[in-house]
């Protein structure tokens, strides 16, 4: 029989030893012919360790070749900072005893990565008895280590799942039960400190974080005190500029293995132990943020697969952290336990995405729990394709009867969002995704996901319905801007068509037909200055001075009139709310408000029909949006007027507040009814929101703000009473020159003195040259070049003790209009006619010193 090979001189570690060796290693004949056969790493070291020969198996696992290890130990060369050291004695001591032994251990390859071995080592003995060296079969199982590993991991994450639910259930203190919460996640991660808190949110709704658990990182004896004295209470931190901050800003992890560099990070106390590492965690439940995890310093770098990892355990605490917010009763305690345990058995409920399977050889449609829960339907129902085909809208059934069939005839898979009708009848918006299952080119199964998308339908709905609310919105304001500047061009001419028919109808011998004539043109003009004043009105430039108003006397005094602008066979019920707030108002808009509501309401009213008029106080606990705009948070006096008319379709709401848009016969109104009531809200900081449905009524609440109680500062300005004097010395700046030749020819009419400048250099001049002469300016407020306003303040550096009288024909001058609301200063609004400006004239105030006057004008 032939002696099995042993291994060629030229493959042996050179030395006494090696020779010694290899000669028992040939006493062992059978060993050579398995060390080269084997697919397993074999080393034939001496008995001191050193490596006398290594297969080729060895260095395809190990990196290492003979000649760069022969003579040396394994502890030179495959030990590193990961190799346990207990474990390496141990082999030593038994290579000592010269004996066999088996281990597990951690080594490093050639070029520094870790593998796992298992060693089977015989001690080699030549003829004498006497152990010379060893033999041993090595086993990679690296791979084994890794699984083990990770199913200890998983093991305790289970484990502090259920030991966390165990606490929980048997009533522990909760903060003891976070506290043990947070310790696992460390463990978990091998962080070396963090914390587990809530998030809650402040009175004005800005989130913050209130640490159930936080590690002991204490640095000096001050912050060991504050850590003893606020840990039982929970630390509270309100700056979100940092990197726990942004997890509760965003609800989004955040991953940080440079902090120092991390642009969201907000720096750390002096002392503070250093910051290498950071992961933060949101802790959602029911779609909701309710705390965060963050966990600093692991030894490698945090990443997705640890945020993977902790999701289960996270989910968890979320559960723990509802239950104890909302100190649930034991059988909602039980409940969430079972939830989680369910939960737990099956991990793709955490994403909220149902899971469906159609067997086509058979027809068997089976789904998940959570798609069942989506249906609404008992745990054990069964349906059939066509049952599950018909929770879906009759509209949407031809779509996914469609896609099904694609499905099943070409393999083309789909993504659909329809809407769909639960068991119980509840309308909802899901998304449906399905792929095929083949065997070869046949198609046998359909499988997919099933989600409830309803929320995030809804929303992209509301966020479609905002935008078109918006820019109604600008639209209605440029409408505004253009109706104000039309009027303010108007009010210019009327004044003069007004002011020359005025002035004629005093002249003497005037024969009938001419009077007649001339009060035909002021009656005109008079009503031309009623349509301005309604434009004026929806584009929120009326001349108003508000006061504070009861709502429900304003109602009553209002109804014996409105009664009799209505039909008697319409029936005006009047329900006025309890213990009104008042609001600020002038009376006059209240009462165009009013009027125009009821009018606007008897017209879409058979002659049975009943209007309501009602109040009632109103607080609103967040920024709302109404038909007309949005309403900040406050408290509101709502007045609302309804009827049982015909009402208004969804397209007339969409223009219902524009100018001159009406849906009567021609001849039947103009169109400006709720564009004036939509500007005299919109004016005093108000909103209108409207309720209707064809054939069924409408409703308008209209939003007042309370009245502020705060003091009028014009009480403490004193006005020294205009003398009353025939006639008075007036500088007339106007820069109209068709109304600056009225305005005098009406003036010198009442007689008094006047001199005339087109622009406000020209009044300088004018002031420089009659000075103290000069007892009243009336001046328009819009001019080109310098305003009146600047004029004014012009004239106080020189005559502080002048009166003045405004003239306006568009109102958006705002400075002057809030003082006219506090009587600060006197407003001549145009057109007007001999008794207005003499009313004026003997009302005109000094302003000079006026803080008011002193703000810019717009």
Partial sequence: MTQPQVPASSDLASGQNASEVMSAFSAQSVMPLVARMTSHPVMISARDGSTVWVNDAFTRVSGWALPEIAGKRPDQFLHGPATDPDMARQVARLTAAGQPFQAEIENYRKDGSRFWIAIDAQPLIDPDGTVTGYFSVQSDITDRKRIEVQLRREHQLLKTITLAQSRFIAGDNPDEMYRFLLAELLGLTNSEYGFLGECR???????????????????????????????????????????????????????????????????????????????????????????AVGLANAP?????????????????????????????????????????????????????????????????????AHTKRIHEVPEDYEPSLAEAIHFYAPEARPQIENAVREGIATGKSWDLELPFVTAKGKARWVRALGRVERQGDEVVALYGAFQDVTDRHNAELEREKLH??????????????????????FNNMLAVILGHSEMALMSNGLS?????????????????????????????????????????RTAQRMLQLLRRSISEAITVDWRPGKDLWTVSIDPLQLDQVLTNLCLNARDALTDDGRIVISTHNE????????????????????????????????????????????????GQGTGLGLATVYGIVQQNGGAIDVESRPDVGTTFHVYFPRATHSRNPMEEIQEEPLRIIRKLCILLVEDEP?????????????????????????????????????????????????????????????????????????????????????????ILTKPFDLQQLSRAIHGAQKICGSNQLQQPVD
């Fill in 512 to 552: 009938e037909p001419i009077s007649a004539h001339f009060r035909a043109i002021q009656t005109a003009g008079q009503r031309s200055a009623d349509l301005t004043h309604q434009l004026l009105a929806f584009a929120r430039r009326q001349h108003a001075i508000p006061q504070k108003v009861d709502l429900n």
């Fill in 201 to 291: 949110y402040d009175s004005s709704g800005k989130p913050y974080l209130r640490a159930s658990a936080i590690s002991d990182v204490a640095w000096n004896e001050g912050t060991r005190r504050l850590y003893e004295q606020t840990s039982k209470a929970g630390f509270e931190f309100f700056n979100l500029n940092t990197l726990f901050g942004h997890i509760l800003k965003t609800a989004s992890p955040v991953i940080a293995n440079s902090p120092q560099s991390d642009e969201r990070r907000g720096g750390i106390p002096e002392g503070h132990p250093p910051l290498n590492r950071f992961l933060g965690i949101p802790i959602i439940h029911a779609g909701k943020l309710i705390g």
């Fill in 300 to 368: 490698s770098d945090y990443g997705t697969e640890t945020i993977e990892f902790l999701d289960p355990v996270l989910t968890a605490i979320g559960l723990l952290m509802d239950a104890h917010e909302k100190d649930v009763s034991r059988q909602t305690t039980e409940q969430t336990l079972r939830e989680t345990e369910d939960w737990l058995e099956e991990t793709g409920k955490v994403a909220e995405v149902g899971a469906w399977r159609l067997d086509i050889r058979n027809k068997q449609l089976r789904w998940s």
């Fill in 738 to 826: 068709a109304l600056l030749k009225t305005g005098k020819l009406s003036l010198e009419q009442l007689g008094h003195r006047v001199l005339t400048a087109r622009n406000a250099e020209t009044a300088m001049q004018i002031l420089q040259e009659f000075g103290k002469t000069i007892d009243i300016v009336i001046s328009d407020l819009v001019m080109p070049g310098m305003n009146g306003i600047e004029l004014a303040r012009q004239i106080c550096n020189h005559l502080p003790d002048i009166r003045f009288v405004f003239m306006s024909g568009y109102g958006s001058e705002n400075v002057v209009r809030g003082m006219a609301e506090k009587q600060a200063v006197t």
């Fill in 619 to 666: 607080t609103l606990s967040r920024t709302t949006q109404m038909r007309s705009s949005i309403l900040p948070v406050g408290d509101y006096v709502v007045l609302t007027v309804s009827d049982n008319g015909t009402g208004i379709s969804e397209k007339a709401l969409q223009h219902l507040f524009e100018p001159f848009n009406t849906t009567k016969p021609v």
């Fill in 468 to 489: 078109r609310q918006f820019l109604q919105a600008q639209k209605l304001e440029s409408i505004g801007r253009l109706a104000g500047g039309i009027a303010h061009d």
